[in-house]
């Protein structure tokens, strides 16, 4: 795992589209480029989290990668 960059901002220059995009209920929902960037899982269960949850705790992490599989597995 990539060690989590201490200058990193949220708040640098955040291109919509790129980084994030809003959701149907008006929220900010972040990429999974912005995640990568960011360097680490922050274990709040995001959706586009490329670290498998590694920072969510039990039960969440397990219903978070379910959720994930399940999504994943209507798509082919």
């Not at 989290?49 to 379910?66: D, F």
Request: include cysteine; aromatic fraction near 12%; glycine fraction near 6%.
């Amino acid at each position: 795992m990539k060690k989590p960059d201490k200058n990193f901002n949220p708040s640098d220059d955040l291109i919509e589209g790129q980084d994030y995009y809003l959701n149907e209920n008006g929220l900010i929902v972040f990429t999974e480029k912005y995640h990568l960037e960011k360097g680490y899982c922050c274990g709040m269960g995001c959706r586009h989290c490329p670290y498998q949850y590694e920072a969510v705790p039990e039960p969440n992490r397990s219903q978070a990668l379910s959720k994930r599989y399940n999504a994943n597995s209507n798509e082919l």
